[in-house]
């Protein structure tokens, strides 16, 4: 099987210098493989890193140790390393990210939010728009809230809004950060049928959800973290 | 990622008596790219765009333009008139206050038609065509051409800056404050139509601001400045969401919602 994401001896730490420079180190001596068709399931309590870790590998977060290697094109590119304009590459053909909440933007709408990611990929604005509208209705987003900037929307509709951006692309691999907190049953089942669509068609993903009854339904394989300082 | 840059500067310095407004910057900006420098009020980011665009000469350090041919210049080397060119071609410049730019004398349409005749456009029916075009891509009526920009609002006022700065589809825009001293609906408005026309006409961008909202919706790139040195530079999302050095920590956690 294709590996499509590799960490080695991921470290992270944090330096609160507005608090008199303490240290808080949060991710040790990670290693962690995801191929390609797989759904590796981040597990552990609240604060253990397991957001820190998706932010790391989307290049979000500046890993401090170790190696993140991810597929893309042909080569294995380390997002640990790799230049600014390297992991906006990347990001754009290779890594999709569904973040926990939805950062709007003034006067977008919601189908314009979706439909973004492909047109800068220079497809066209109605095939990008009909695809957008196909993925909100499949989300059980109405098309009265297609035209309308996503700010006033409740935080369940914000998050299926955030996750048609993630999913419309088709990226190889994809991060997702607890995309069903919000959701109520009707429209998790709905997310977990993207995630098997997705992983069937070989995308590589690394979620993270609280919900047992999600967990269950996609994960492959659960990746155990627990709080530094227990580690330690 | 080997592709050339459009601007560099190197060791860029300059000082103003005893005050040191820039010392050992150095800047990259590739084509296509929106770069911000942020930094609070007087920690050399006009300072630092000036010396970029060639509107004051540094101390130490040199700047480079790549020109569309791939020949470099030292942008404080090129004769006067070359660079004045440059700056009503390739290049444009957005200042916080429009009536820099602006002609308040000449009509709207006037504006607008201003550059492109500067640039050799001679044909009226054109350079009147153009300037409605632009007009409407800044959102400013058709019926508002032959007004005198004086009975503009301040956020008209602005998007008439910007079409007249974009009219010649200039490749390096530098950008100072844009939505500085407006209200915050004018600037949702102006800096979705920044951010719209700069990624549809694919504008290298150098953006000061402040306001590090503004930097988190349209730069791909941030620099942070402070005292006149860059102290913490990335992806701006990287640089907003894990600050490294103490004067970023500081900045970032005294905005909401940054
Ligand atoms: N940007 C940041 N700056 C400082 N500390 C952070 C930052 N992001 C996360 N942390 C800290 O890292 C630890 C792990 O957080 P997180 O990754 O969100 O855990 P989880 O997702 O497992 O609940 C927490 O103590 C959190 O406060
Ligand atoms: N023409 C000038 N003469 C003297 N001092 C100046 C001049 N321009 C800027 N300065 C000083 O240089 C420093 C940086 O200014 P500036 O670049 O305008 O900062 P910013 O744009 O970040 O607010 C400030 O201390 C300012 O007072
Ligand atoms: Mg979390
Ligand atoms: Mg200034």
Redesign the pocket.
């Known amino acids: 099987m294709t590996v499509m994401l590799r960490t080695r001896a991921l470290s992270k730490s944090f330096t609160l210098h507005l608090r008199g420079g303490l240290l808080m180190p949060v991710l040790a001596d990670i290693d962690l493989e995801v191929h390609a068709g797989e759904c590796v399931v981040l597990s552990g309590p609240s604060g253990a890193g397991k957001s820190t870790l998706i932010r790391s590998l989307y290049g979000n977060y500046r890993a401090e140790g170790g190696s993140i290697l991810v597929r893309h094109d042909a080569t294995m590119v380390d997002i640990a390393a790799a230049d600014p304009r390297t992991i906006l590459a990347v990001r754009h053909k290779t890594l999709g990210y569904v973040s926990q909440f939805l950062r709007v933007v003034p006067r977008v709408s919601a189908l314009d939010v979706v439909a973004e990611v492909l047109l800068t990929r220079n497809i066209d604005l109605d095939t990008a728009r009909d695809k957008a509208r196909s993925l909100l209705l499949q989300l059980n987003i109405p098309s009265r809230l297609h035209p309308i900037p996503p700010a006033t929307f409740s935080g369940g509709e914000q998050q299926r809004v955030n996750l048609a951006r993630g999913f419309i692309a088709g990226h190889p691999i994809l991060l997702l950060d607890e995309p069903t907190a919000s959701l109520d049953a009707e429209n998790r089942a709905v997310v977990i049928r993207m995630v098997q669509q997705a992983k069937a068609s070989g995308t590589a993903i690394v979620a993270i959800c609280h919900d047992a009854d999600v967990r269950d339904a996609i994960a492959d394989r659960l990746f155990t973290m627990s709080p530094y300082q227990d580690a330690a | 990622m080997t592709e050339p840059t459009l601007l560099s500067g190197r060791g860029l310095g300059l000082s103003?008596?005893g005050?040191t407004?820039l010392a050992d910057v150095d800047v990259d900006l590739w084509p296509g790219e929106m770069l911000a420098i942020v930094?609070e009020?007087?920690?050399?980011?006009?300072?630092l765009l000036n010396v970029l665009s060639g509107r004051l000469t540094p101390d130490t350090g040199v700047v480079w333009y790549r020109d569309p041919n791939g020949q470099l210049h030292d942008v404080h080397a090129m004769p006067a008139p070359a660079l004045r060119t440059l700056h009503r071609s390739d290049w444009g410049f957005v200042h916080q206050d429009p009536r820099q730019n602006l002609r308040m004398t000449v009509s709207a349409g006037g504006n607008v038609g201003e550059r492109l005749m500067a640039q050799g456009a001679r044909h009226y029916g054109d350079i009147r065509a153009a300037a409605l075009d632009w007009l409407a891509q800044v959102e400013i009526d058709a019926d508002r051409i032959d007004d005198l920009p004086r009975t503009f609002s301040g956020g008209m006022l602005q998007r008439l800056q910007i079409a007249r700065t974009l009219v010649t589809h200039p490749r390096l825009v530098f950008m100072d404050e844009p939505t500085g001293g407006l209200d915050v609906s004018v600037q949702a408005r102006l800096l979705d139509l920044i951010r719209s026309l700069v990624t549809r006409l694919q504008i290298a961008v150098v953006l000061?601001t402040h306001d590090i909202a503004v930097a988190r919706l349209l730069a791909h790139r941030i620099a942070v400045?402070q005292r006149g040195r860059i102290v913490e530079t990335g992806l701006t999302d990287q640089v907003l969401d894990d600050p490294r050095h103490p004067y970023t920590q500081l900045l970032v956690s005294s905005v909401l919602n940054a």
Not at chain 2, 41 to 47: E, N, P, Q, V
Request: net charge positive; hydrophobic share 35%.
């Open positions: 103003f008596g005050i407004a930094g009020s007087g920690s050399g980011k006009t300072t000061v400045m």
